[in-house]
């Protein structure tokens, strides 16, 4: 009993608010603390169920919590090893609010309501630990019940009812006379990497279709003489779907003819295929899904299908109530994979490099932090070359950045209208000029130098020899910690855009122009929150870019973000989350998106908690002013 009682006691000096209690007080809760098993699938607490009589923290596995709203989940959150669940049912007495569901075979230490009551009572520390907390869990938990209703998107089962067969079907129709040869058949269909070739008489009208099963069965599997008619192989008749009919139709004669290739047709023009592929793509919409495609790819036209995708993932996974980091993750996993594909392809072009490099991505994608699809931001670090390879090096690798540059615009990546990327010779250096530059930005900060400050020293390598990278970021943090001057003026920088709220707490909003009534949610509220940790992290040598990580790695080395760090992660999540709803809608009603956003078309809730993260870069900003304050122009 001893013993459990010790590994109790262990076991809790790790987890806040517990940790700052004394031995003694931890000894008396271990005593009445009790340790069960659940399995997984295990319901813990039911919804509107009995309200629950302990605290509940998990020493192994993890669980589910979520609500059940007009017959579906919505996920309020996961919680894992350390963390705790039960306590609002616990305080009200009155009922479970939620769903708890074991994800894995979880353990859990019990604690009894009394004795939470009584800590909470006796220790004003575990007493605001707990309701701060809880009051972030419950504005997440009310805020994504609410925008829940407000995605566009529809569950999985439903898309094939609602979405239209022209919407996912590939344009790019390809065909040939019937009286080409199966050899020459087979060749355009190597050559533009497709699975289908749809075959026309003389008058120019579809009269069948050849597959690559047709070239697999009919041909290599029965030795037939390649210089065969395609007449003679393909399917036939052709089966049409229209263009405006629900992929559910498509499903349909896909099934009723035992076939995975169908011709659109609208208006009586061809305007597509559609394939069994597109279906599962429609059906999955899973990240994975779409970097399998990706990794097949063997040339940039097979690319751009699965660059389209990036918006229904997002839709699916707003809808399956995301955090915004999450989201970012996904979008940040297949754009690096995008490009790695086509530096891959570059290589494979003009040949092996003559010198090691590394391809590093800047700004907003060098923070992992890109919502839907921005400009190339982007650069090439290269090893210094040998004596007089110097002008063959850099040739090389301008060709070799244009080639990226141009089939990243073909993947949907627009090009940076600063030309801040590495097609531009300026951004495509060798290591030693990379030091050279940063060393100037910083020892002399005058002109551009801070603003290219802000968009490279967010770098990070996604492909190469990432020693470079790692050389570069090595240099960079050593000269630039006791640089006061220049993280002065970064730190000007950070509070220049005040976040939008007048003298009786209303939102400043633009009082003309095409954006009247909105405010930039991107430049007033997630921009200076961006630019305060990046200055937080060059002051104390973090080597991380994402802003989240930054906070997290800041935690146990900066005083301000040591005491802020959860209100920083509450709030950059909210704002960012805000950003990417508003930009997917307009993206699904065809619009460009952008960054304005009504502050009265946000409910109360929103608006509240958009007020809150406001007064939190105040404070930051404030806190700038007067540690900078001989430095600020």
Known sequence: ??????????????????????????????????????????????????PSEFLYIIKKGGVKVYRKADGEDIIIDYRSEGETFGFLSLISGDKSRANVVAIDDTICYLIPKDTIRSLINQYPEARDFFLKSYLNIYLDKAYKEETSKKILTTPVDKILF??????????????????????????????????????????????????????????????????????????????????????FE????????????????????????ITNHDIMLLQGISPLTVVREIEIQQSTEGLIHASKQLNNIVGHLLQQGAKASNITKIITEINDKIIRKI??????????????????????????????????????????????????????????????????????FPPCPGNIMASNPRWCQPLKVWKKYFSEWIYTPKGDSIMFSNIFFDFRGVY?????????????????????????????????????????????????????????????????????????????????????????????????????????????????????????????????????INPENLSNLEKKMLKESFHLISKLQDLLIEKYKLLII
């Open 1 to 50: 009993m001893e013993k459990i009682i010790e590994n109790t006691v262990e076991f809790l000096r790790g987890i806040p608010p517990f940790e700052f209690l004394s031995d003694e007080v931890l000894n008396s809760i271990a005593e009445k603390t009790s340790l069960e098993h659940y399995s997984k699938g295990t319901h813990i607490l039911f919804q509107n169920g009995f």
């Open 162 to 247: 609602t979405t239209t067969i022209e919407e996912i079907a590939s344009k790019n129709v390809i065909s040939v006379p019937e009286t080409t040869s199966i050899q020459e058949a087979a060749n355009v269909m190597c050559k533009n990497n497709i699975s289908s070739l749809i075959v026309m008489n003389s008058q120019n009208i579809p009269i069948g279709i050849i597959t690559d099963k047709d070239l697999r069965r009919k041909v290599v599997a029965l030795g037939r003489s390649v210089t065969d008619s395609v007449k003679n192989i393909m399917t036939s008749p052709i089966i049409k779907v229209d263009a405006r009919d629900y992929c």
């Open 250 to 273: 498509a499903v349909f004669r896909m099934l009723k003819y035992n076939i995975h290739h169908l011709l659109v047709i609208k208006d009586g023009q061809i305007r597509g295929i």
């Open 343 to 412: 530096i891959h392809l570059a290589e494979r072009e003009l040949g092996p490099p003559p010198v090691p490099y590394c391809w590093i991505v800047l700004g907003a994608e060098g923070r992992k932090e890109q919502t839907f699809r921005t400009d190339q931001d982007n650069a090439l670090i290269y090893s210094d070359p040998p004596q007089g390879q110097h002008e063959s090096v850099r040739k090389y690798f301008l060709d070799f950045t244009n080639y990226i540059k141009e089939n990243l615009v073909k993947c949907g």
């Open 464 to 596: 190469g020899d990432f020693s470079l990278e790692e050389s570069l970021r090595d240099y960079l943090l050593n000269i630039v910690k006791d640089q006061k001057i220049f993280l002065g003026y970064l730190a000007n920088l950070a509070v220049k855009n005040r976040p939008p709220l007048g003298f009786f707490k209303t939102f400043v909003v633009e009082k003309s122009g095409e954006h009247k009534d909105k405010l930039n949610i991107k430049i007033k509220g997630i921009a200076p929150i961006v630019d305060i940790v990046r200055l937080f992290s060059l002051e104390k040598a973090v080597r991380e870019t994402s802003t989240l990580e930054r906070i997290d790695s800041l935690k146990n080395k900066h005083g301000v973000v040591k005491d802020l760090a959860e209100e920083l992660i509450y709030a950059f999540e909210f704002l960012m989350l805000l950003r990417i709803r508003h930009q997917y809608s307009q993206v699904m009603e065809g619009l460009m998106p952008h960054n304005f």
